[in-house]
């Protein structure tokens, strides 16, 4: 059986061709250098004048704001309850954890965020888990629903204003949707994601198969079936 594997980045969704087989969108995140350089900067400013609980706060932000929200878990809906106990459900935040090391070795030499940036950026796919894996009998229809549905909800409303329970519907409702709202709501550039195709022709439709034991090993973050 021959396997065929291809990348193709965001402008390149239109030449995925119409043939059967399962995908995997990744997403790479972006560091401006504006963005490390002002960081840099911050914690040995902070550091100079003493600072050194604001300048173990500014690597933890910089690191938050500029890679873990985006792959932050969607909550869990959790049920409490006992023999002649009361009942409690409600939903458990993913709270994404610093190691104090690593937090240490960045505040004694900030420059450390350099490596970070240049080695997170080029992480996908090799080193990343992909966010999304999904199948189709035409890989090139399904691919590009998805980029018109991101390119849809990014253009309707802020994302700020998309509504949880508007999107909890649309999850529900259909899974393209669901992950195109996700992208929107995590504020993911368009532009830093990609696909990763693999084709499987002529195998009596056992991408189905492949998918549902790839979603069961990966774990993909916006979408699992």
Not at 29 to 35: H, L, S, V
Not at 157 to 184: H, M, P, W, Y
């Amino acid at each position: 059986m021959d396997l065929l594997l291809m990348l193709y980045r965001w402008t390149e969704i239109s030449k995925v061709p119409q043939k059967p087989g399962v995908y995997a969108w990744y997403y790479s995140p972006e560091i401006t250098d504006y963005d490390l350089r002002k960081a840099i900067d911050d914690i040995k400013n902070l550091k100079q004048i003493g600072e050194v609980h604001l300048a173990s706060e500014a690597v933890e932000e910089f690191l938050y704001n500029s890679i873990f929200r985006y792959f932050r878990e969607e909550p869990y809906q959790a049920f409490l309850s006992g023999p002649l106990k009361p009942q409690y459900q409600g939903y458990i935040e993913h709270q994404p954890s610093l190691s104090e090391t690593l937090v240490s070795r960045i505040l004694e030499e900030p420059e450390r965020l350099i490596t970070v940036k240049e080695v997170v950026e080029k992480s996908a796919p090799n080193f990343a888990s992909p966010i999304y894996i999904g199948m189709s009998e035409r890989l090139g229809v399904r691919l590009k629903q998805h980029k018109k549905l991101i390119e849809k909800y990014r253009s309707q409303v802020e994302v700020s204003e998309i509504n949880e329970k508007n999107f909890a519907a649309e999850e529900t409702d259909n899974s393209d949707r669901g992950f195109a709202l996700q992208i929107c709501r995590r504020n993911i550039t368009p532009s830093r994601l990609f696909v990763v195709v693999n084709i499987l022709e002529n195998i009596n439709k056992k991408y189905v198969d492949v998918e549902n034991i790839l979603n069961r090993i990966h774990y993909p973050l916006l979408g699992r079936n």
